[in-house]
């Protein structure tokens, strides 16, 4: 029971509203289906005619032979063919034993010039290593030297276990305030037995209520029927080539008798332009128009650049690098490894809290499911007036005219000599304060 079930209260006389929607009913059509199809209508058995076989003319074989030449035996005469000697030297099984003596054109053309050797422009040779050992010594060894530890004082406290004799209190809010309240039965509803239907299932489907398998005639066929060869004549063996084609008489081919060869008495000049006309004249090689360097012998060597003319030196001593003095001393006792959470924390003996949660009943059988919502309890019923434009003649009104939009305009009996020009639109059929009913034509 609540605030809501007690103003709202559930009414008992209230009748859901007929249906306009029309029953769907079968039809029974009380013509019979006739058996003519589209194609049985539109086409129609037609008068078929055989088809009239070409017969061909016969062949007559000509009595003239077939010339079998072809252009490439006409026109490619053959011609006598002698082989070619070989311009390449033969090779010699025994090779000869004497000396060949050559003079290559390298050597015959550069020839050496009668010059001295000029000497190496290089300083002299001054670098005379140490005779004492390498130290192999670096700056980063000789600058920081090794120093020892230094002792430091820890400023860490002493690590004190704190005893506390006083037990953990495990009270809570939730245990003080809750008070556990006594769970009533919950009420069961009964489920209504089922009822089998009396009446006995009738087993007909629109298949078998509508079509009953009218007898009709069965369908022809439209396909013309088979015509057998009937030719009883052998087949020719002609061709279209054979007929049309026939052998032209081609006159005797001219052919011209090739002049013989020659060959020339004179010997073969072998010869060749440049050979002919680019001799080798004996003669001295060109001479140098630049002019001989003067070398310097036995003076000293001069290594004064303007670099080190202009950019002297400077006298400078190393600065020596500042460093801090060492104040912490680094402790000689090895480190106790001891964190804060090991030395002040105090381990305390678990304690079990009471759980507050209420046992568990076991599982719940077959409890149908309440069918109660909050719109079948507080839906209050209204009645359902019919719509005043669905009547032909809307009853209190009397029709006046029909404006240019197609609306019928109806004016209450009471108001008919009233010139106020208020229309009422379908929608708002519901509003008892209307005056004008505009009904679309």
Same mark, same amino acid.
């Given at each position: ?83 070619m000697g ?30 001295p050797?000029? *000497? ?6 001054h ?7 390498f ?11 090794v ?44 489920? *209504?037995k ?7 299932f ?29 030719l ?7 061709t ?25 008495? *004179? ?15 004996k ?12 070398v310097k ?23 020596e ?57 507080s ?27 197609g ?14 020009d ?20």
């Amino acid at each position: 029971l609540s605030e809501y079930t007690e103003n709202y209260p559930l009414y008992h006389s209230y009748l859901p509203r007929e249906s306009f929607k029309p029953k769907l009913e079968y039809q029974k059509g009380s013509i019979p289906m006739e058996g003519l199809t589209t194609s049985r209508r539109d086409f129609g058995p037609h008068k078929v005619l055989p088809v009239k076989i070409y017969q061909p003319d016969k062949f007559i074989p000509s009595e003239e032979n077939m010339d079998l030449l072809t252009t490439y035996k006409q026109d490619y005469n053959p011609y006598p063919v002698c082989r070619m000697g070989s311009i390449k030297p033969r090779d010699s099984k025994y090779p000869c034993g004497d000396k060949m003596e050559c003079l290559p054109t390298y050597k015959a053309d550069y020839l050496p010039w009668n010059q001295p050797r000029r *000497e190496l422009l290089r300083p002299e040779h001054h670098y005379r290593p140490a005779s004492t050992r390498f130290d192999s010594r670096t700056t980063h060894q000789d600058d920081y030297s090794v120093k020892g530890l230094v002792n430091t004082m820890s400023c860490k406290p002493l690590a004190m276990p704190k005893l506390c004799n006083i037990p953990l209190e495990d009270l809570t809010n939730y245990k003080m305030s809750y008070v556990a309240h006594p769970m009533e039965k919950r009420f069961v509803y009964e489920a *209504e037995k089922f009822r089998p239907c009396e009446i006995p299932f009738e087993s007909l489907t629109t298949h078998k209520e509508s079509y009953r398998g009218l007898m009709g005639e069965p369908t022809k066929s439209l396909k013309p029927p088979a015509r057998s060869c009937g030719l009883d004549t052998t087949f020719s063996n002609t061709t279209e080539f054979r007929d049309k084609y026939q052998a032209w008489p081609t006159p005797q081919i001219f052919s011209k008798v090739p002049v013989t060869y020659v060959p020339p008495e *004179e010997k073969m000049d072998l010869l060749t332009t440049v050979q002919a006309h680019y001799t080798y004249p004996k003669g001295a090689p060109a001479q140098s128009c630049r002019p001989v360097l003067s070398v310097k012998k036995g003076g000293h060597f001069e290594g004064s650049t303007t670099t080190k003319d202009d950019y002297k030196q400077w006298p400078g001593m190393r600065t020596e690098l500042v460093k801090p003095v060492p104040q912490l001393n680094i402790p000689t006792e090895p480190l106790d490894c001891l964190t804060t959470m090991r030395a002040h924390y105090v381990p305390h003996p678990p304690i079990n809290t009471k759980s507050c949660k209420p046992s568990w009943v076991g599982p719940r059988g077959n409890i149908p499911v309440e069918g109660q919502t909050t719109y079948t309890i507080s839906f209050t019923p209204k009645d359902v007036s019919r719509c005043l434009a669905s009547y032909a003649e809307p009853p209190g009104y009397i029709f006046e005219e029909t404006d240019a939009l197609g609306h019928r305009i109806y004016r209450p009996v009471s108001q008919t000599g009233s010139q106020q020009d208020s229309r009422l639109s379908v929608d708002d059929s519901e509003n008892p304060n209307q005056r004008e009913l505009a009904v679309s034509a």
